[in-house]
Nanobody, 124 residues
């Protein structure tokens, strides 16, 4: 089992940048493929970005491609999401999630463990 705790959210203005972190504890973080999802009020949880166990492959939703960068540091048991050029449409609760399969997945149901989320609010 692994526990995930997100941090780094906050209130920013459109065009700003923000870096989210997800701290993992429990089983070795390197065992898991990891992703970021987000959920805006009244909307379904949506995939944002994913990264394989070694960091060798990354995948992004079209809506964030070129603006967000996912990364990980297995020595620190940490996952990151660097977000730039933020817009009000990026406002949501951001969640990190992990799965043991060695494959990227964009469906939330494919993930085994979730953090509690961190709020990101982008004002216009």
């Amino acid at each position: 089992q692994v526990q995930l705790v997100e941090s780094g959210g906050g209130l920013v203005q459109a065009g700003d940048s923000l870096r989210l972190s997800c701290a993992a504890s429990g089983r070795p973080f390197s065992n898991y493929a990891a992703s970021w999802f987000r959920q805006a009020p009244g909307k379904e949880r949506e995939f944002v970005a994913a990264i394989l166990q070694t960091g060798s492959d990354r995948y992004y939703a079209d809506s964030v491609k070129g603006r967000f960068t996912i990364s990980r540091d297995n020595t620190r048991n940490a996952l990151f999401l660097q977000m730039t050029s933020l817009t009000p449409e990026d406002t949501a609760i951001y969640y990190c999630a992990v799965r043991t399969a060695w494959a990227i997945a964009t469906l939330a149901s494919r993930y085994d463990y979730w953090g509690q989320g961190t709020q990101v609010t982008v004002s216009s």
